[in-house]
């Protein structure tokens, strides 16, 4: 079972020339552990790209001022929102894990 992406619309990840576009290897972390979860039946698509919708509009009706626009940074929280909804696993445990994906080395995760 594949994550069907969206090309456009609100929820859509940011691509150029159709291919996926991660500006730090954080994201393509984040973006990968939403596809696997999806993929394992933790919660269905629909469910996701509800939650990724409320919280890119959350952001955009009152925009942090000190974080500037970040699509992954929707994405995880909306990955954290359905998880904790689901009680798949709880919000800590989500940001626990995120934060040591992030703090890994660049090119951790290039095997060669």
Same mark, same amino acid.
């Given at each position: %079972?594949?994550?069907?992406?969206? =090309?456009?619309?609100? !929820?859509?990840?940011?691509?150029?020339?159709?291919?996926?576009?991660? &500006? @730090?290897?954080?994201?393509?972390?984040?973006?990968? %552990?939403? =596809?696997?979860?999806?993929?394992?039946?933790?919660?269905?698509?629909?469910?996701?790209?509800? @939650?990724?919708?409320?919280?890119?509009?959350? /952001?955009?009706?009152?925009?942090?001022?000190?974080?500037? /626009? &970040?699509?992954?940074?929707? /994405?995880? !929280?909306?990955?954290?929102? =359905?998880?904790?909804?689901?009680?798949?696993? &709880?919000?800590?445990? =989500? @940001?626990?894990? @995120?934060?040591?994906? !992030?703090?890994?080395?660049?090119?951790?995760?290039?095997?060669?």
């Amino acid at each position: %079972m594949t994550a069907p992406l969206d =090309v456009d619309g609100t !929820a859509a990840p940011p691509r150029a020339n159709g291919e996926l576009v991660f &500006s @730090a290897p954080w994201e393509s972390r984040a973006f990968g %552990m939403a =596809v696997t979860l999806y993929e394992a039946g933790a919660f269905t698509w629909p469910q996701f790209q509800a @939650a990724l919708i409320a919280r890119i509009a959350a /952001w955009e009706n009152a925009p942090d001022q000190n974080r500037p /626009w &970040s699509y992954y940074h929707h /994405w995880l !929280a909306a990955l954290e929102d =359905v998880l904790d909804e689901q009680g798949t696993i &709880s919000c800590d445990e =989500v @940001a626990t894990r @995120a934060l040591t994906l !992030a703090q890994r080395p660049a090119g951790h995760d290039h095997h060669h």
